[in-house]
């Protein structure tokens, strides 16, 4: 078992890494003054993971869409009961929730931690299937679909995403469909359990009021050794141009909402997170809330304060997002597209780049305040291989040189659309 504490000057932080026995990596941070626990038990496997292989000389097997998501849902229910039912008698507030590019299965306490980490080790180490179990979950993920289908805020992100990505499974609802979740079955879980479940595919993070020592002797007591495994998902070929400019779908809102996407070139797995950052600050300089933009589009009434940005990115994927309530989303499309082509004439404000760039990181240091965040962000810098700490770094020694660079090259009309949810249709 390797152990190292990982501390970073700049912050006056530590916290612990384990790489234990099992294969686990285990990112333990106590935190003194905190009354509440939060652990994460993350799995490098979320809806775009559809087609893999272990051996490099095997073939690829593709599984249905929304597996994932299927197999988060089934992990709750043992021979022996249902885990939330094990949970209630601990205290703890549990929950699970797949993504894009990860599955998480997480609880939160006061008290009984380590009643409820034993809880959540068996929960994730110990699946059980049935032909019956399944075929029942299959019509309640069903009505969870169509429910989806009916959500408004749903609907417009993934009608971006449908309009910018030709192949790529990104485009494809978390859940999956009616149609793909019926050819799921209790061997298809196994296969998918016993691929991405593998311990050393997977990450334990904990954040607040707990002892290490604790956390090692249930680890110690309850993991087995995970065999060695090479995961290769397969490549997936998606094309520079986007498939439509405009997406319009009628359903019931107040206001029309819109999502504004661009497509981007996706980094590699070595810049994804240091171009996700970058991404990040480019875009509160282009229409944070402190921007020209900004303060136009909401002064002649275009926006409200449900505007905002966001950095979408996973494997193979990257886009620009821009999205909120109009009475006229074509309009804001058509003069955010104008802001930024008068912007890239100049290059970025660089007094705006220095101001979001300190907010930025502001934000992450913040995270350090909050168990649930400092957890969340810990997995997903594991997974994007990296520490929590590199990140604070990468946001404090960004240059203004690079990000203009960067902001040349993104942001293009040419690969953007506008999702638009509103009543008419039109």
Sequence with gaps: MNREIIKNERLGESYTKIQHKSGLTLLLYPLQGYSSAYALFGTNFGSINNTFKTAPDAPFTTVPAGVAHFLEHKMFEKEDGDAFAKYAKTGASANAFTSFDKTCYLFSCTQNFKPSLEILLDLVTRPYFTKESVEKEQGIIGQEIKMYDDSPDWRVLFNMLESLYQNHPVKIDIAGTVESIAEITADTLYSCYNTFYNLRNMVLAIAGNFDIDTVLECCDRMLPTAPEIQIENAPVIEPKEILSKRHVQKLDVATPLFSIGFKETPDDKAGFMKGDLLNEVILDVVAGESSQTYRELYDAGLINQTFGTEV?????????????????????????????????????????????????????????????????????????????????????????????????????ESYGTVSIVNTTGN
Excluded: Q, W
Excluded at 326 to 340: G, K
């Design 312 to 412: 979408f990115s996973g494997e193979g994927y990257l886009c620009s997002i821009f999205s909120g309530e109009s009475e006229n989303p074509d309009e804001v499309y058509r003069r955010l597209c104008e802001s930024i082509a008068e912007m890239k004439e100049t290059g970025l404000p660089k007094e705006e780049f220095e101001r979001s760039k300190r907010c930025v990181y502001g934000r992450y240091v913040r995270a350090f305040e909050s168990v649930e965040i400092l957890s969340s962000a810990m997995v997903t810098a594991h997974f994007g291989g990296c520490g929590i700490y590199d990140i604070v770094e990468m946001v404090a020694n960004m240059t203004y040189e690079e990000a203009n660079e960067r902001f040349m090259n993104m942001l293009c």
